[in-house]
């Protein structure tokens, strides 16, 4: 029995390759997922242990408010000067060296435009001399306070060259320097990384990057050589006492690196969830395999059956197939997962600005995940098809005729249950608990209800959409033949539905999402101008808070409110909050009811955080801010926090102890009669230094913060694609199984007339009919799932419900090109066919 079904599954190669080409797919994107992440694991474990390669140890102040590489930028704790002579004091230590280095530091091009950066750091820092490592270019270091140096990466970017004047925005407002040397480091290299660095002297990095005179943001310790970096380590952290990180490099660099592995963790559950969606619907397109392959196989397994080969023996000779058809399909998406792995990592260093990655590793995960998925999938998805091919009788052997199709009350009944039972999920998990593995188990059980309750929706629909193309006895043909087996045409649009109804239903909750914060934004926001700009990275663009005193200067200003934000704690617990300027201005540009002006030591708190903590008029909090001791403050009023922008407000003397003492938004309210045309080109003048930041119109400024939600949308579309594509397989897979087990039909239609041109009409009318109705079941369904959502987040303040009508059409329409792309190679098989042969054919 195993010989034979060998032999058989050898015998037909093409339906071999079209049943793991599915498997194939999904494997890959796992594979792919594991394989990227190893490979940029092992990327930061190699940079960051290079980075640190020069110092043996390395002394931190432990920071105020400590915050994960997921939860923000880690605002660093200035150390005192006099504390470095007490480091360089320690047995051991051969000499200590105040280091200045920070994110923040931007550097203005000659084009007027800051040097952006997604993702690594931009550093400003102290001029400490090259090493083994870094290497001087051109020019030499910065000696004056207004001379500059920076890395080949930076000059590059920027186009700037030695002797340049250069702008750079720091914690300071915009400085002119002169540019004085440009280094980089060894092989070749113009960065660590991509991290763009500016170096100043040290007075000037303390001024610009700490706001403060002798203070350094690390030390680092060179080792007598006959000492040991560990136990010169510990006798430091013994002389300094609590409140300082003493670590040795190799510990700097392990840790840092952990920081970012943490980031790539999220990132590889990502596209784990999106390669769980592609073998979901792989699944269905390897279902409706079997289930054809099986049906081919009627009279050859009916001949075993005679020959005495049992129910089991049947049912293992079909899971056998699955078996050795989603071995093979592993193996082959691994080394496809492997391909896409490394351009991931090639990508990824291409837009991180030069990071150089380490070679691609194979990690066992990706190989024991590809191995597990393809099999377990596969041969899943082929039980109930051996279940059926079990029971075909051994008389079926005689029969010369196609196997009825079973009623479908079982199924029906069964996905109605299913589809019930799914609905509940989603509901608990929207409505109660707000759950993600509810909502995710909810939205998957409701698609395998959707996929079993198909073959009774798809009898009307397919016969509704097939007389679009019955004009003509090809176009009759095809509409017939996508409707005689409706289970078939159902699995085949339920792949496709699952990808169209998840990218639909997404569109329709962001799309839902982003007009309600629209819609409250123009009824809340009442500044006619905004002086702000978009945050494409970890540190928001601010501009010099002068500007907003010079901006209530201009004629025709009435108020301007500036914020700061920032995460503090607050009795202990980590809080977002934001500081202004002057609070009652700040309510008057957003519409809110009068609010006091702060003074020092007075805080505000929306009513919603009053209730969570317990507080009221005159609690006084504990606050401890990122850069400074701990001060109290006294609540002195509540509101609405829909109309103000933030939760828990502080003064603007707080923002000296900020991460980030520059604001990042300034609302302008007009006197009456004034005109935006009249006031806005004065206002953008002020911010000229300012490059990062503009000055707009209130409808500009929404628009553009709702920017974020258009990308977010492009990238589950572009996720996505994989699901559909494997759709899409699934119905050329069909159609090319269907043309196979046609081949007599096809020959007698020939024989009594039917051209070759009208044969591949008859083939592209049912492929066309069928992605159609897939399609407008993932638009129905996704749109009643996002509906679904959208409902439950009405509490949240998301009131608009908004169905992306011109996208369904779009789906609608690519479907019906899908289906013409999917028909052209089986179509010209079903055309070439010998009609003789074929009418021969058994």
Do not use: C
Request: charged share 15%.
């Amino acid at each position: 029995m195993l010989r034979a079904t060998l032999k058989s599954l050898l015998s037909r190669k093409l339906r071999l390759v079209l049943s793991g080409l599915a498997v194939v797919l999904g494997v890959m994107f796992v594979a792919g997922a594991f394989v990227t992440t190893d490979t940029l694991g092992r990327t930061f474990d190699k940079l960051f242990a290079e980075g640190y390669s020069q110092i043996d140890v390395a002394v931190t102040a432990e920071p105020k408010v400590a915050v994960s590489e997921m939860e923000g930028e880690q605002v660093l704790t200035p150390l005192p000067a006099a504390l470095v002579g007490q480091v360089a004091a320690v047995p051991g230590v051969a000499k200590a060296t105040g280091v200045v280095s920070d994110d923040g530091a931007r550097v203005i091009g000659t084009d007027g435009k800051v040097v952006t950066s997604y993702g690594p750091p931009r550093i400003g820092m102290n001029w400490v001399g090259p090493d083994d490592l870094m290497q001087l270019r051109q020019g030499r270091g910065p000696e004056q306070d207004d001379e500059i140096a920076v890395n080949e990466a930076v000059a590059k970017a920027a186009g700037i060259k030695v002797g340049d004047r250069v702008g750079v925005l720091t914690q300071l407002p915009k400085q002119t320097f002169k540019l004085v040397g440009v280094w980089g480091y060894t092989n070749d290299r113009d960065s660590i990384g991509g991290v763009q660095e500016v170096a100043f002297t040290t007075a000037q990095a303390q001024r610009s990057m700490l706001g403060q005179k002798d203070a350094f943001t690390q030390i680092t310790v060179a080792v007598d050589k006959d000492s040991a970096p560990e136990a010169v380590r510990d006798q430091i952290a013994a002389r300094l006492g609590a409140g300082y990180d003493v670590k040795t490099g190799e510990q700097l660099a392990e840790d840092s690196a952990a920081q970012f592995k943490e980031a790539l963790g999220f990132f590889n559950n990502i596209l784990l969830g999106f390669a769980g969606v592609a073998l979901f619907v792989g699944t269905f397109l390897i279902l409706n395999t079997f289930s054809i392959i099986v049906a081919q196989r009627t009279r050859e397994l009916a001949l075993m059956r005679a020959l005495g080969a049992g129910r089991r023996q049947v049912i293992s000779s079909v899971l056998v197939e699955a078996l050795v058809i989603g071995l093979i399909a592993a193996v082959l998406g691994l080394a496809a997962g492997i391909g896409v792995g490394w351009l991931l990592v090639t990508l990824f260093g291409s837009f991180s600005g030069g990071l150089d990655p380490a070679t691609v590793g194979v990690p066992m995960a990706a190989i024991l995940s590809s191995l597990i998925v393809g099999v377990v999938v596969t041969v899943v998805a082929a039980v109930l098809p051996a279940v059926r091919a079990s029971r075909v009788s051994p008389i079926a052997a005689m029969q010369d005729v196609a196997t009825p199709d079973r009623p479908l009350t079982r199924v029906t009944v069964t996905g109605a249950v299913i589809g019930a039972v799914g609905a509940a999920l989603l509901g608990v998990g929207l409505y109660g608990n707000n759950s993600l593995w509810l909502i995710l188990g909810g939205v998957l059980i409701t698609f395998v209800g959707v996929a079993l309750l198909t073959p009774l929706i798809s009898k009307p629909v397919v016969a509704l959409l097939g007389r679009l193309f019955s004009w003509s006895v090809p176009g009759r043909l095809g509409r017939l033949n996508s409707g005689r087996n409706p289970r078939r045409t159902a699995i085949t649009a339920a792949a496709l539905m699952v990808g169209i109804a998840l990218v639909t239903g997404v569109t329709v909750v962001i799309g839902s999402v982003k007009q309600s914060v629209a819609a409250t934004a123009e009824d809340t926001v009442k500044a006619e101008i905004v002086i702000g700009g978009d945050q494409n990275g970890p540190r928001p663009p601010v501009f010099d808070d002068a500007v907003l005193a010079e901006t209530a200067k201009v004629p025709g200003v009435r108020a301007v409110a500036g914020t700061w934000n920032e995460q503090v704690l607050i009795d202990g617990e980590r809080e977002y909050v934001t500081a202004t300027d002057d609070l009652a201005r700040l309510a008057e540009a957003f519409g809110s009811p009068a609010l006091p002006a702060l003074k020092p030591g007075q805080i505000a708190v929306s009513t919603k955080q009053a209730t969570e903590h317990g507080w009221t008029t005159g609690s006084v909090v504990k606050v401890q801010m990122p850069r400074g001791a701990e001060h109290s403050y006294t609540i002195v009023t509540t509101y609405d926090e829909e109309r103000v922008p933030g939760s828990i407000m502080l003064p603007a003397a707080a923002t000296k102890e900020f991460g980030i003492t520059q604001p990042s938004f300034g609302f302008v309210r007009l006197a009456d009669g004034v005109t935006v045309d009249q006031v806005l080109p004065q206002i953008k003048a002020l911010v000229a230094d300012s490059p990062e930041v503009n000055a707009t119109d209130r409808s500009s400024f929404i628009n553009q913060q709702l920017g974020t939600f258009d990308t977010v949308i492009l990238m589950v579309q572009v996720l996505l694609g994989l699901a559909i594509l494997i759709a899409v397989l699934g119905v050329i897979n069909t159609l090319a199984l269907s043309v196979l087990e046609r081949t007599r039909e096809l020959g007698l239609l020939r024989a009594v007339g039917l051209g070759r041109a009208q044969t591949m009409r008859m083939v592209t009318v049912e492929a066309v009919v069928i992605s159609v109705f897939g399609a407008l079941l993932g638009v129905v369904v996704g749109s009643g799932l996002g509906a679904a959502v959208v409902q439950a987040l009405e509490g949240e303040g998301i009131t608009d419900l908004v169905l992306p009508y011109g996208q369904m059409g779009l789906y609608l329409g690519l479907a019906a090109i899908v289906g013409v792309l999917a028909a052209v190679l089986p179509s010209i098989k079903a055309a070439r066919l010998n009609v003789l042969a074929a009418i021969a054919h058994d």
